[in-house]
């Protein structure tokens, strides 16, 4: 029989919570139908759990083992959605056990570090409502794409919180450090003609990719400037570019979707969307941003008294930093200390055969339950 964080992994994968942004490859999208799972289970264990709904029919989940009493509060703080499933060579909610692991969209990004520390939960319960620091868990809706669950909590509770453990899959290291982005796109118009006569029209995607050659020229080193002696430099990526409709028509509109990653030393500039706008300004090209989403970088001391608890909970964790941003540097950015852990390596997270290996799992739920009782 599988031991209980391997079964209560196996029901998390099997509800569907994919985000509905960026191509689900699924109708069974939204994060309703894992908040209510949580909002039972949570409930049995003691917890007093509040649904805060953020979008319609996508909430976060707010699940107190103790009263707002002026003690020190600590949240575990996974993500519900997933990415979606589109691509998978796996069934994506089978959950399916073999060859030591689980198998499933979830298992490593992010349901197995949040059974990790449910488990934990359910192993410390009978302590949770006297210890001297309160533990509570909060499930953020909306990771995968803008993050507005993590956001909206931080305006609405950083104040009641000390220290946030963001589940993600860091192999249990604590990720202190991470870089923040801008995701935007740039727009070029033109004036469309028949291309058997191009000179009558204008081509926006000739305009676009001369701009972006000239930004890969510009912007990318100065970019590299805003160094970090973990996270490295600063970086841009052309991921997504598209124009024109058909081959025989001079197109009139081209964009390109950029992301931008952050250094603590470029947030503390002025951040990626200033030196974006100041540098096509300087150059004069013809670039209209549009949609541009930032989200700041995570630097947490590590010399915060939580992180040295859980660097002593196991001499095998320590410390790291990560490119990726998460929930955390939301948190972060509100007030809140926070790192990232949990078990599994990122390098499986949004695979197309996604897994945990169930010994990393148990190892996860171990650790998180030796950190609770620590500090009760």
Known sequence: MPSGVVSLLQDLVRIPSVNPDNAPGTDQTGEAAMAAFLDGWLTALGAEVVIEEIKPGRPNLIARFAPLDGRPRVMFGPHLDTVGVGGMTIDPFAAEIREGRMWGRGTSDTKGPMAAMLWALHECREQLADAPVAFDFVAFMGEESGQWGSKDFAKRHAKDYSFA???????????????????????????????????????????????????????????????????????????????GSRPNIVPDLAEAEIDIRITPALASSGGALALLTETIARLGLPVKIVNPHENPPMETDSGHPMIQSLLATDPACGLAGAPWFSDAAHLSHGGVPSICTGPGPIDQAHTANEFIDLAELEAGAEFFTKFVRGLC
């Open 165 to 243: 453990l963001v589940g993600e899959p860091t192999s249990m290291q604590v990720v202190h450090v991470t870089k923040g982005s801008l995701w935007a796109t740039l727009r070029t118009t033109g004036k469309a003609a028949h291309s058997s006569q191009p000179e009558r029209g204008e081509n926006a995607i000739m305009k676009l990719a001369r701009a972006l050659d000239r930004l890969d020229a510009e912007l990318v080193p100065q970019l590299a400037t805003f160094t970090h002696p973990v996270l490295g430099r600063s970086t841009m990526n052309v991921g997504v570019i598209r124009g």
